[in-house]
């Protein structure tokens, strides 16, 4: 289901027993980020308020035994986890997602990474370890294979002609999410985006039998998850 609304709204009725929030919020930039595909963009709201109340008015929706992963940099990541554990859920952590892409600034370090903020508020969250991707073994020895688990940072880029670009900014590509989707649902299970944009979320859950709801106030976003996602 793609519904057209506002984070502060909640989940639609109905809309229960959330196994995954998994979502990429705007970021609190203040400015323009410009489509790639020309659809104009959107504004990213420099208050940061509109992301931690959307947050929370989603979190009734969620399982006992849910999960909420939330994709910020590092405008948002302390906020983003002092809200959550004042709505009294464990943080567990995070993954570094590393890219090549943007231009790396020069006034201070470089920040070419996003956060993805991993909470659960039951000891029960289910966890598939299986899902965890596999790296190259970088010094292969006698009775261990030539991958490996991945650690904390995953590196991926998605290049501006990679297949998968749908023409949204700040696109996030699938291998970032499906891996969260593998360990944390069962098939059948409901994975929400309360801030949806390209639709990568239900991308992921529908290409793995999980039922999915995302939401986003822009209307050429919509438009963007309908041609994405079959529907219509």
């Known amino acids: ?14 809309v229960e027993n959330v196994a995954l929030l998994w979502t990429d919020p705007p970021f609190g930039t203040g400015k323009r980020q410009a489509d ?28 006992c035994d849910g999960v909420v992963v939330v994709c910020v940099d590092y405008r ?16 567990m952590g995070e993954i570094i997602w590393e890219f090549g892409l943007g231009r790396p600034r020069t006034s201070w370090w470089p920040v070419r990474h996003n956060n993805l903020l991993t909470f659960r508020k039951s000891s029960s969250a289910p966890f598939d370890a299986s899902a965890i991707p ?42 970032i999410v499906t891996p969260f989707v593998e360990a944390h649902s069962e098939v059948g299970g409901l994975i929400v985006d309360p801030f949806a944009g390209s639709g990568t979320v239900g991308a992921a859950a529908l290409a793995l039998g999980r039922r999915w ?15 994405r996602l079959g529907v219509w």
């Open 1 to 14: 289901m793609i519904y057209c609304r506002e984070a502060q709204e909640g989940a639609p009725e109905g």
């Open 213 to 227: 709801v995302c939401c986003d106030s822009d209307p050429l976003a919509v438009a963007c998850m309908e041609e």
């Open 36 to 63: 790639g595909g020309g659809g104009g963009g959107y504004m990213d709201m420099a208050d940061t308020g509109y992301v931690l109340d959307g947050l929370r008015a989603w979190l009734p929706a969620m399982a």
């Open 134 to 175: 596999r790296v190259k073994r970088l010094a292969p020895g006698k009775g261990y294979g030539d991958d490996r688990p991945a650690g904390s940072v995953w590196w991926h880029t998605m290049s501006n002609t990679d297949p998968e670009r749908v023409g949204r900014a700040n696109q996030k590509p699938l291998s």
């Open 76 to 91: 948002l990541t302390a906020d983003v986890v002092m809200a959550m554990r004042g709505e009294d859920w464990e943080y």
